[in-house]
């Protein structure tokens, strides 16, 4: 079973992505900041994360940063959440190491069409 990592402060967020997730068969757990996704990742593998862009405690850039240097980790898959079109945040968060993005708020279609685009569900 496939473990995803949903990095979110918004309790209602969470639970959203849970919902879809879950439908789809992948375990899900849940961090509302930076320093608790980052433990997580180091703790268990994850084969993906839904990163929100305005995550608590560091940046988008010093997260992946983090991510990408820390011991033990494997690399997962990054989905960059944002509530923003701002195609130079977007790309900062490309640089950075995510993978690909998503509009939030999301509703199942769009959730479900981005993750199977990243093939994380088919």
């Known amino acids: 079973m496939k473990r995803c990592l949903v990095a979110d402060p918004s309790e209602i967020i969470r639970k959203i992505a849970r919902h879809y997730l879950e439908k789809l068969e ?3 757990v849940e961090a509302d900041a930076a320093d608790s996704a980052l ?3 180091q703790e268990m593998p994850v084969d993906a994360i839904i990163l929100d862009w305005r995550l608590p405690g560091k940046t988008t ?3 992946l940063s983090a991510l990408r240097f820390a011991s033990g980790a494997q ?3 990054v989905i960059y959440a944002t509530t923003e079109n701002d195609p130079a945040d977007i790309s900062r968060a490309f640089t950075a190491g995510a993978d690909t993005y ?3 708020p999301f509703d199942g279609a769009s959730f479900l069409e981005t993750l199977s685009n990243a093939g994380l569900a088919h």
């Open 61 to 63: 850039v010093e997260f």
């Open 102 to 104: 998503m509009m939030k």
């Open 39 to 41: 433990a997580l990742c």
């Open 26 to 28: 992948i375990e899900v």
């Open 75 to 77: 690399r997962p898959l």
